[in-house]
Nanobody, 122 residues
Framework: QVQLVESGGGLVQAGGSLRLSCVAS????????IHWFRQAPGKDREFVAA????????HYADSVKGRFTISGDNAKNTVWVQMSSLKPEDTGVYYC???????????????WGKGTQVTVSS
């Protein structure tokens, strides 16, 4: 069992920055790939970024490349996503999820957090 708790969401103006955190407890953190997904109102949940801490391998959605940076610390069981140059279309609930390997599909995830709201005003 893995428990994931997100934090760091909030309201920010377009062009601003936020850093989201995902703290994990339960099984060995470094054995998993930790992902961020987001869901805007009325839209499907979509992949944002992922990291495999054991290798440092990362993967990003095209829509956030160059603006978002995912990183993590095994000792702290924490993954962050630094979001910069935010746009109104980045608005949504951001979820942390874990899976056995990096994947972009929701059904590949084993555990989910409850999410944190990010709102970007224009």
């Amino acid at each position: 069992q893995v428990q994931l708790v997100e934090s760091g969401g909030g309201l920010v103006q377009a062009g601003g920055s936020l850093r989201l955190s995902c703290v994990a407890s339960g099984r060995i953190f470094s054995n998993y790939a930790i992902h961020w997904f987001r869901q805007a109102p009325g839209k499907d949940r979509e992949f944002v970024a992922a990291i495999r801490l054991s290798s440092g391998l990362t993967h990003y959605a095209d829509s956030v490349k160059g603006r978002f940076t995912i990183s993590g610390d095994n000792a702290k069981n924490t993954v962050w996503v630094q979001m910069s140059s935010l746009k109104p279309e980045d608005t949504g609930v951001y979820y942390c999820a874990s899976g056995g390997t990096i994947a972009t599909m929701m059904h590949a995830m084993d555990y989910w957090g409850k999410g944190t709201q990010v709102t970007v005003s224009s």
